[in-house]
């Protein structure tokens, strides 16, 4: 708005992937609808992702001018109707995009150029004392977490000390030490709570050089150098620089997402940053904490969102077709699921589990549901009226209807026999079946099926629940994200995985299918990420920063 002063504080989204937790940032708004984050860079090292964030930069752009012509173009690319997305005739577009193209940086953190431009990034973005830095992102977690590590501890001569991705956190330090930001805000998988290097604990050794980042860089200890308090958004609980990292439970530190409106049961560790001399000053004014909010229904209890919930409403669709390692003669679609329904239902004990198997897979077989697309039509059925209203809204977001990245996966008649199985079993059981659980004919080839390391290689999300932690694994196979609906038969989309994930049903994954899957797979989910702004934002304005 011509004349308003800028008081907008600066993001910079650090190992941002597909954008999952800049998206949070960039579009938290206050009621007056003015959005008091602006992100002034995402630094990612994929191609895919780096071209996702762009988009979605270019968008937020878009969407804020609220110029329709603009945006029909726009959704036209986002549908595959058109090349490009920007509108030619179209100077604001264009601008736009440059500034969304400046915005994504396509580097790996931690090598010697990407520094300065970090650096260019910063000061282009006019940081000061009235406009601060905030950081926020997520180190690659792949040598924290238990499957990760499980891998390395099967590499002949695997070191963890020599394993550079336990230390991309120390990006974080050089930028806390060299630009002073007002805080920050850190994601990694819970398994690095219990992550050891040369036989010592890392989390201790992360919490005391995130609070003396100069200290930990070896720098001239006589000048000052910023000191940062470490605060749980769960409790409030904290750690200062002078503490025994003995003395806090680093549990405290876990955001268990099914609380807080999240469809899955995703459990992080996010550790948030403050200023220390800003975190006295807070102690001087004797504020509350601002802290993450759990949902709760009218009757004040505990409220979690299903897997149902935000499936239900998208259109069907059906597994296509793969004859790739498969017994079976090629065939069509009815051909080969009423073959499922002869061959696999009499090997089931169970006369219920049977039955419904054998009518589940002949529903199957007659139906006429397609495997979809890039951009599906919506069905008219696009129903989020069983969600909180707030959630709701953000899935559908200014947007015309649009189901995007909406494509099944192939599969061959075998996998989907076993998928039909885990769909029907978990439908009248409540649960996902284990190996143990499954007929012996529908026991995949694979030498570690009976010895129960994977008992639940084939993994249906069942209805009403939250889903399990998607991962993204689920880029190599769909076997741990089976639809709860027998009839479709099938894993789950990349636009299902981001529902379960709480991206806006707008937001668009560029790259092949496998790519994103692993952008969807790895982000932080925006909706939560949007309620961890509301956090930070409450906390600086409560110092003095921004406008109310």
């Given at each position: ?13 650090l190992?941002?992937g597909s954008g999952g937790?800049g ?10 609808g003015r959005r008091p ?5 995402s630094?990612?090292k994929d191609?895919?992702a780096c ?9 937020r ?9 603009v945006?029909?173009?726009y959704?036209a690319y986002v549908?595959g109707?058109r ?6 005739n ?7 995009w ?14 010697p ?12 973005a006019?940081?000061?004392p009235?406009?601060p830095?905030v950081l ?23 070191q ?11 990006v ?11 805080a ?5 998988v819970?398994g690095?709570l219990?992550s050891h ?10 919490l ?10 070896n720098?001239?200890g006589?000048?000052v ?6 605060y749980?958004l769960v ?5 200062r ?13 876990i955001i ?9 049961t995703r459990?992080?560790v996010i550790?948030?940053?403050l200023?220390?001399?800003l975190?006295?000053?807070f102690d ?15 009757d004040?209890?505990p409220?979690?969102?299903s897997?149902?919930?935000v ?7 059906r ?8 017994i ?7 051909k ?5 329904a ?7 004990e169970d006369?219920e589990l049977?039955?419904?198997f054998?009518q ?10 397609l495997?979809g ?16 209203a707030d959630?709701?809204?953000w899935?559908r977001?200014i947007?015309p ?24 079993y978990?439908?009248l059981k409540?649960?996902?079946p284990?190996?143990a659980k499954?007929?012996a ?10 010895t ?5 290689r084939?993994?249906v ?6 889903a ?13 994200f089976?639809h709860?609906d027998?009839v479709?038969?099938?894993s ?8 379960l ?8 994954f560029?790259?092949?299918r ?8 790895n ?8 309620q961890?702004a509301?956090?930070?934002w409450?906390?600086?304005?409560q110092?003095?920063y921004?406008?109310?």
């Amino acid at each position: 708005m011509a004349g308003q002063v800028d008081t907008q504080i600066r993001v910079m989204d650090l190992f941002a992937g597909s954008g999952g937790l800049g998206e949070g940032f960039a579009t938290f708004e206050l009621p007056s609808g003015r959005r008091p984050f602006r992100i002034i860079a995402s630094v990612e090292k994929d191609p895919a992702a780096c071209r996702t964030l762009r988009l979605r930069g270019f968008y937020r752009r878009l969407a804020q001018t609220g110029d329709q012509s603009v945006l029909d173009t726009y959704h036209a690319y986002v549908r595959g109707d058109r090349e490009s997305p920007v509108e030619t005739n179209s100077a604001m577009a264009q601008t736009a995009w440059k500034q969304a193209s400046e915005e994504v940086l396509e580097h790996t953190l931690g090598e010697p150029d990407t520094g300065p431009l970090l650096q260019t990034a910063i000061a282009r973005a006019g940081v000061s004392p009235t406009t601060p830095l905030v950081l926020i992102g997520g180190p690659p977690c792949q040598a924290y977490s238990t499957v990760g590590r499980a891998r390395n501890a099967g590499t002949a001569g695997y070191q963890p000390e020599r394993d550079g991705r336990h230390f991309l956190y120390r990006v974080y330090l050089e930028l806390l030490r060299d630009y002073r930001p007002v805080a920050f805000v850190m994601e990694n998988v819970k398994g690095i709570l219990s992550s050891h290097v040369a036989g010592r604990p890392l989390f201790p050794r992360i919490l005391q050089e995130l609070t003396s980042p100069a200290v930990a860089g070896n720098q001239d200890g006589r000048r000052v150098h910023p000191r940062y308090r470490i605060y749980s958004l769960v409790d409030a609980c904290s750690y200062r620089h002078d503490q025994n990292p003995d003395s806090i439970q680093p549990e405290r530190f876990i955001i268990q997402a099914e609380y807080y409106g999240i469809p899955q049961t995703r459990h992080r560790v996010i550790l948030f940053g403050l200023l220390e001399e800003l975190a006295d000053i807070f102690d001087r004014q004797g504020g509350v904490f601002p802290r993450l909010s759990p949902l709760t229904g009218p009757d004040g209890r505990p409220l979690s969102i299903s897997t149902r919930q935000v499936l239900t409403g998208l259109p069907p669709l059906r597994s296509g077709l793969s004859w790739h390692q498969s017994i079976y003669p090629s065939g069509d679609w009815h051909k080969t699921l009423s073959a499922l329904a002869t061959d696999f239902g009499p090997m089931i004990e169970d006369p219920e589990l049977r039955a419904t198997f054998e009518q589940a897979a002949l529903r199957a077989a007659t139906s006429v549901h397609l495997s979809g697309g890039r951009s599906v039509a919506t069905t008219g059925a696009n129903n989020l009226d069983t969600l909180p209203a707030d959630l709701a809204t953000w899935y559908r977001g200014i947007d015309p209807p649009l189901v995007l990245n909406h494509e099944t996966r192939k599969h061959m008649p075998e996998d989907l026999a076993r998928y039909l199985f885990c769909a029907v079993y978990a439908r009248l059981k409540g649960t996902s079946p284990k190996a143990a659980k499954f007929p012996a004919a529908l026991a995949p080839r694979h030498r570690n099926w009976k010895t129960g390391k994977f008992d639940d290689r084939f993994r249906v999300q069942v209805a009403d629940q939250p889903a399990t932690t998607v991962m993204s694994h689920m880029a190599k196979d769909g076997h741990y994200f089976i639809h709860y609906d027998p009839v479709q038969c099938r894993s789950l989309t990349v636009r299902e995985a981001a529902r379960l994930q709480t991206f806006p049903d707008g937001y668009f994954f560029e790259g092949n299918r496998t790519q994103q899957y692993t952008q969807v797979g790895n982000a932080v989910p925006p909706f939560l990420a949007r309620q961890i702004a509301d956090v930070v934002w409450a906390l600086l304005r409560q110092l003095g920063y921004g406008v109310p």
